[in-house]
């Protein structure tokens, strides 16, 4: 009779716990998916930077190639827009400066190039408060790009330290970051000859100017040597 009433017990329990889950669990499922999938495409995306910084790191070939950097900024600001909108942040494209016309194209390599702009501005709307500006300057032997925020910035002591790989400021400034979107960024940079450093921007945050001097391998640059 223990045994049975025991079981009844269990069972009259089984059945309501089952109903219970099934009942109320349509929702949690579907969050838990939500939240498997993001996390998977977390893990995706973090495995990709680790091969890209390693390549990187271990001297990969740069494939130069005539490009125009005016184009690659406006591609990589409409890739960030989804999240500058989730953010609540404005994407304000400064005026250009220089001979745009005849000077925004040089030789690089657009992948890594790209990766380095679209790294910098998605930082940038991560860490700011309304707004992330994004100019791009031309001048004889050089094409230079400013990604400016109006977060809080990045404090003088810090500003080589934020390139290293895996480097966090704490949880409310580099939330969202695996810390290693600025060292690829840094490094692709570099791979061209140019320096990407951070400054004070003039809107109150951080800004990251990125320097790409004009090298051969394309008409303006060839001209602008």
Same mark, same amino acid.
């Given at each position: 009779?223990?045994?049975?009433?025991?079981?009844?017990?269990?069972?009259? =329990?089984?059945?309501?716990?089952?109903?219970?889950?099934?009942?109320?669990?349509?929702?949690?499922?579907?969050?838990?998916?939500?939240?498997?999938?993001?996390?998977?495409?977390?893990?995706?995306?973090?495995?990709?930077?680790?091969?890209?910084?390693?390549?990187?790191?271990?001297? $990969?070939?740069?494939?130069?190639?005539?490009?125009?950097?005016?184009?690659?900024?406006?591609?990589?600001?409409?890739?960030?827009?989804?999240?500058?909108?989730?953010?609540?942040? #404005?994407?304000?494209?400064?005026?250009?400066? $220089?001979?745009?016309?005849?000077?925004?194209? @040089?030789?690089?390599?657009?992948?890594? @190039?790209?990766?380095?702009?679209?790294? @910098?501005?998605?930082?940038?709307?991560?860490?700011?408060?309304? &707004?992330?500006?994004?100019?791009?300057?031309? &001048?004889? $032997?050089?094409?230079?790009?400013?990604?400016?925020?109006?977060?809080?910035?990045?404090?003088? #002591?810090?500003?080589?330290?934020?390139?290293?790989?895996?480097?966090?400021?704490?949880?409310?400034?580099?939330?969202?970051?695996?810390?290693?979107? @600025?060292?690829?960024?840094?490094?692709?940079?570099?791979?061209? =000859?140019? &320096?990407?450093?951070?400054?004070?921007?003039?809107?109150?945050?951080?800004?990251?100017?990125?320097?790409?001097?004009?090298? &051969?391998?394309?008409?303006?640059?060839?001209?602008?040597?």
């Amino acid at each position: 009779g223990g045994v049975a009433g025991a079981g009844g017990v269990a069972g009259a =329990g089984g059945v309501a716990g089952a109903g219970g889950v099934a009942g109320a669990g349509e929702d949690g499922r579907a969050a838990l998916l939500a939240r498997v999938r993001s996390s998977l495409g977390e893990m995706n995306a973090l495995v990709a930077e680790l091969l890209e910084f390693g390549r990187l790191e271990s001297g $990969g070939a740069v494939d130069r190639q005539d490009c125009d950097v005016a184009e690659l900024v406006r591609e990589a600001i409409d890739g960030a827009r989804e999240q500058a909108e989730i953010a609540g942040v #404005a994407m304000v494209v400064g005026p250009a400066g $220089g001979d745009v016309d005849s000077s925004t194209r @040089l030789a690089a390599d657009e992948r890594l @190039l790209h990766r380095a702009l679209s790294n @910098l501005i998605h930082n940038a709307v991560r860490h700011a408060e309304r &707004t992330v500006a994004v100019t791009l300057t031309v &001048t004889p $032997g050089a094409v230079v790009v400013d990604v400016d925020d109006d977060g809080a910035g990045v404090p003088s #002591a810090d500003r080589e330290l934020i390139f290293e790989p895996f480097t966090r400021l704490g949880d409310e400034q580099r939330r969202g970051s695996a810390g290693l979107g @600025l060292a690829i960024a840094q490094r692709a940079v570099e791979a061209h =000859g140019g &320096t990407l450093t951070c400054l004070d921007a003039p809107i109150g945050g951080a800004r990251f100017r990125l320097h790409l001097p004009r090298t &051969t391998g394309s008409n303006d640059a060839t001209q602008g040597a």
